[in-house]
């Protein structure tokens, strides 16, 4: 089915430690976008990709790095984990004009111990 | 910049009544989309409706329709005959349809709705 894939779905880290979250979507979007979602705090831009080779810092960039790989793929990096960063991570997709809003993926929980 | 308020953390409906979730919204901008998501408990997202600012026509789909009220900054939903499947997080969410903009969306922090059977 055509979509956003975010991988992991699950992941627990210890502080310090670095990974990278995976997202591809396949339906010739344009832009995609990387957020986080806290209890109480809604889902925060954390960065965005409006279109392939360029990627720009949202609200809550710290401690992240994005790459958009190609049309298709836009990674989000952490360096060096800390508690904080604890959260749940949502990549989306979308044509960059008209209404049609965002497709989400799944959804990542990581957690930072 | 442009915020997104929900001011109702939690709201209860009983299953069949309706309800109605509020979002106000801040923007200079005079052209723009709003939507409503829907978060259930599998964590997925799920957009529910969506509307276009410059149209005056509320938008409906099913038993989901929106009080759009533009120069109040006011983008209600309404759900009618309530079901359990609709208990979720509710989120609120605004995009500038600006020449320029980066189309990124910025949402509320979310209202909780439960369903009683």
């Known amino acids: 089915n055509a979509g956003v894939t975010q991988t992991p779905k699950f992941q627990v880290l210890k502080t310090g430690q670095s990974m990278t979250l995976q997202c591809a979507q396949d339906m010739n979007h344009n832009s995609m976008y990387w957020y986080r979602q806290d209890p109480g705090m809604g889902l925060r831009l954390i960065y965005y990709?409006?279109?392939?080779?360029?990627?720009d810092k949202g609200e809550v960039p710290n401690g992240y790095n994005v790459s958009r790989l190609n049309k298709r793929e836009f990674s989000l990096r952490l360096e060096s984990a800390a508690p904080s960063q604890t959260s749940v991570y949502f990549c989306?997709?979308?044509?960059?004009?008209?209404?049609?809003?965002?497709?989400f993926g799944s959804g990542t929980r990581l957690t930072v111990v | 910049a442009q915020t997104v308020t929900q001011s109702q953390p939690e709201m209860s409906v009983q299953e069949a009544e309706t309800v109605t979730l509020s979002c106000t919204y801040d923007t200079s901008e005079s052209d723009y989309y709003l939507f409503w998501y829907k978060q259930p408990p599998s964590r997925q997202m799920i957009l529910v409706i969506r509307q276009e600012a410059y149209k005056q026509q509320n938008a409906t789909e099913n038993r989901f329709s929106v009080n759009f009220q533009k120069a109040a900054k006011s983008f209600s939903l309404k759900i009618s005959d309530s079901q359990l499947g609709d208990a979720a997080m509710y989120f609120c969410a605004y995009r500038s349809a600006m020449k320029g903009s980066q189309g990124n969306l910025i949402f509320g922090k979310g209202t909780k709705l439960s369903v009683k059977p």
């Open positions: 989306a997709s979308q044509i960059q004009t008209g209404n049609y809003g965002y497709t």
């Open positions: 990709s409006a279109s392939e080779g360029t990627t």
